[in-house]
């Protein structure tokens, strides 16, 4: 257990997932505090001065600063516990672990959350919604984990031949997309099925 | 000089210029080789051997592998031209960085780039516009130039009293909206204005 450290967290959303599954390869045990997104608590002012953006995850420190943003979070806790390496062993190879990590998250995250925000009834009242926009980022994923198809046809996990961030990057992405908006993977798409099915049956996707 | 290394440039387009500015402050010199993106050569088949994505900039090691994406040749030479420090100087520090750089990129460089596509007669015959959603993320960024305004009252630079690669991201992004947006520093807001004539100041702002 990591003492006096806590996480605001709320378990239906995807992005504190990366985190929570991150911290459960590492074996690191920390205090998770329930905010609900869907209740809007993060719009509280007493959460607001932990993140002023409203977002979650955020770790608390003993110190009483708070560090927002998941893969900021993942990178605190890769320098503190560093076995097993989740974000590269060497400069080069760390470069490459987040090359891909950001991939998974500007070319396969970002198009599944404009989907949503566009076009989920969730987001009506709260932004002005695209629907064909949404429509064309949910035409964008889908090409996307096409892409990731041919791609894991040729190595084991997104950034090569170890589990790494990018990994968990695209497992939370794709299970966030496929029960929110139906971007699933296509039945042909046997690589991909192959490396989902493999980081599913990991312990960690309970997290 | 970087032996053995060159990397894909665009001169005016604002992620090359990250890690121009990232290298002229590491002191580190390497061949830059041209890609004219207004004329689409990150389309032709040579140049998506390198990136499949077509984005620039992309570093070349001498084994034949290429790096993409900003941040990730950044972090390769932060980790092998470790001076000055540019992405934090221990772990907690290096994700207070991190958190601040992904918060320029996400709440300001992102709005600004999709402000851009949405609206610039530029991308008129690349994606389908959305002119509306254009303007939204326009005020967007302006907005955020205001709560950026507001932080760097308290303190010298983005992330804190130290520079970083957070006050890249926002100088490009500043820069870059400004000139193609009219996403400019609003005269009030003083803060802003004194920490950006500080980063411009700055050799590598030529870079």
Not at 68 to 97: H, Q, W
Not at 139 to 161: M, V
Not at 189 to 196: P, V
Request: glycine share 8%.
């Amino acid at each position: 257990m990591v003492d006096d450290m806590k996480i605001y967290d709320f378990k239906l959303a995807p992005n504190p997932r990366r985190v929570r599954i991150f911290l459960a390869e590492k074996g690191a045990e920390v205090t998770y505090v329930q905010v609900d997104l869907f209740a809007g608590h993060n719009r509280r002012t007493e959460f607001l001065e932990k993140n002023p953006l409203g977002g979650l995850p955020v770790l608390e420190f003993d110190d009483g600063t708070y560090l927002a943003e998941s893969v900021a979070i993942c990178r605190y806790f890769e320098g503190t516990f560093p076995e097993p390496p989740l974000m590269g062993i060497n400069p080069k190879d760390a470069a490459f672990v987040e090359m891909w990590n950001r991939r998974m998250e500007l070319e396969l995250f970002g198009p599944i959350g404009r989907a949503l925000q566009h076009t989920h009834p969730m987001f009506k009242d709260r932004i002005k919604q695209f629907q064909e926009f949404g429509g064309i980022q949910r035409e964008q994923a889908l090409k996307q984990l096409e892409w990731l198809d041919s791609l894991l046809a040729q190595r084991e996990f997104i950034a090569g031949d170890r589990y790494t961030i990018a990994d968990i990057t695209a497992q939370v992405a794709i299970d966030f997309g496929g029960e929110m908006v139906g971007i699933s993977i296509p039945a042909h798409a046997r690589h991909l099925k192959r490396w989902h099915d493999a980081v599913a049956a990991r312990p960690s996707a309970k997290a």
